[in-house]
């Protein structure tokens, strides 16, 4: 009862441990007690109490979170710093110097490659963005929900292929995303584009570990993207473009109702766990891509590069900020209003919402 009243006092009883002297005999061990059976655990409680004691627990884990997210933060800074030093050291020597001038950081492009971004790069650019954005936030809610807010039907169907509304808002997201990367694949290739995305030679891996040598040492890559991009960059893309993206969907198609259940061979070779396995660490890729694109974006002449893909000029003006910024109230627009009473109309027009 004293520890309870303890805990239901104002101020929390701080637990002062006496040192015992220099030679005297070890206090005894206290055994752990068991959960449950400690004189606490046997006091009827009041709810106050437990409260207390909840709000005790709430705060050391937040603390010890705090401590972690610190100390993790700490430890990274201490890594980033040491990888600086130790490459700004490295390219001291002549050996790294010759490897520098041999590969600057970037392949020859083929004969014939147009410089700049059309137009219909911008819109795809654009709307890949505006689709990813919310296909990576649709497809987190339906790993979280426990309880849909509806449920969505095929017209067609008697009753099986229902499925959450958030999973029919993430399936059509990802229709729309990929005809998008189909026409943009067609388009690179129709146009002559593709050469600034697809490695040509390969000495592009060693111009792009030339290239994140010099990002890392921060005496930066010369900055050439109107024209053609550093070969860190070009694989960056072509990974995205040409391996990401495609696995993304292939492990989602495995998952989805549109997988044909039925044939045993092709569902044995390939195992719906393995497209589970698949399908998270490439959303993680794509945040990861995101973050360090953007982070670059910004980082390596914000106007100019906003330029090349919003405004189509290679010119340092607010014009290309000015479009990017109107595409992202777009996004921020549609993650607000992408909730269970927009969706569901939309969803009711290609089949049946129902809300059980
Ligand atoms: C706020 C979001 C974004 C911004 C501000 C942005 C900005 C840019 C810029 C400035 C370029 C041209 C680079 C240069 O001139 O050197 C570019 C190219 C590119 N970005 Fe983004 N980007 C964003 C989101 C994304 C996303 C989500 C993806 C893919 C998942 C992506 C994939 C690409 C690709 C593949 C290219 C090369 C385009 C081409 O040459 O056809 N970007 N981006």
Same mark, same amino acid.
Not at 171 to 197: E, K, P, Q, S, Y
Not at 253 to 260: D, Y
């Given at each position: 009862?004293?520890?309870?009243?303890? $805990?239901?006092?104002?101020?929390?009883?701080v637990a002062i441990e006496s040192v015992p002297p220099v030679g005297a005999p070890a206090p005894p061990v206290r055994e752990p007690v068991p959960e449950g059976t400690g004189p606490l655990d046997q006091t009827p409680v009041h709810q106050d109490?437990?409260?207390?004691?909840?709000?005790?627990?709430?705060?050391?884990?937040?603390?010890?979170?705090?401590?972690?997210?610190?100390?993790?933060?700490?430890?990274?800074?201490?890594?980033?710093?040491?990888?600086?030093?130790?490459?700004?050291w490295l390219v001291t020597f002549?050996?790294?110097q010759d490897f520098l001038s041999t590969y600057p950081g970037e392949t020859e492009l083929?004969?014939?490659?147009?410089?700049?971004?059309?137009?219909?790069?911008?819109?795809?650019?654009?709307?890949?963005?505006?689709?990813?954005?919310?296909?990576?936030r649709s497809g987190l809610q339906v790993r979280r929900e426990t309880r849909p807010p509806g449920y969505w039907t095929p017209k067609k169907s008697s009753g099986n292929g229902k499925i959450s509304l958030t999973l029919w808002f993430?399936?059509?997201?990802?229709?729309?995303?990929? $005809?998008?990367?189909?026409?943009?694949?067609?388009?690179?290739?129709?146009?002559?584009?593709?050469?600034?995305?697809v490695p040509t030679t390969w000495e592009v891996l060693p111009n792009a570990l030339s290239a994140l040598i010099q990002y890392i040492s921060l005496d930066w890559p010369t900055e050439n993207g109107w024209v053609n991009y550093n070969s860190l960059q070009m694989l960056a893309y072509f990974v995205t473009i040409f391996i990401a993206a495609p696995l993304a969907a292939v492990s989602g198609?495995?998952?989805?109702?549109?997988?044909?259940r039925e044939a045993a061979t092709l569902n044995r070779i390939y195992p719906v766990e393995w497209a589970r396995a698949v399908h998270f660490p490439v959303m993680l890729y794509f945040i990861a891509f995101i973050?360090?694109?953007?982070?670059?974006?910004?980082?390596t002449g914000a106007l100019r590069n906003l330029n090349h893909i919003?405004?189509?000029?290679?010119?340092?003006?607010?014009?290309?900020?000015?479009?990017?910024?109107?595409?992202?109230?777009?996004?921020?627009?549609?993650?607000?209003?992408?909730?269970?009473?927009?969706?569901?109309p939309i969803a009711g027009i290609f089949g049946r919402v129902s809300s059980r």
């Open positions: 009862m004293a520890a309870a009243s303890a $805990l239901m006092s104002k101020r929390a009883p109490a437990e409260d207390v004691r909840g709000n005790v627990a709430k705060t050391v884990g937040r603390r010890s979170r705090t401590t972690r997210l610190l100390l993790g933060s700490a430890g990274l800074l201490a890594v980033a710093l040491s990888a600086v030093l130790l490459t700004r002549g050996f790294m083929p004969g014939g490659a147009e410089p700049g971004f059309p137009a219909w790069v911008q819109w795809q650019h654009f709307f890949n963005f505006f689709l990813i954005v919310l296909i990576i993430h399936l059509a997201l990802d229709i729309l995303w990929l $005809l998008n990367g189909l026409v943009f694949v067609v388009l690179i290739f129709a146009t002559g584009h593709w050469m600034r995305l198609a495995r998952m989805s109702g549109l997988w044909p973050i360090g694109h953007v982070a670059l974006v910004f980082a919003y405004g189509g000029q290679d010119a340092v003006n607010w014009v290309g900020f000015g479009i990017f910024f109107a595409s992202l109230l777009l996004v921020v627009g549609a993650w607000i209003a992408a909730r269970p009473v927009v969706l569901a």
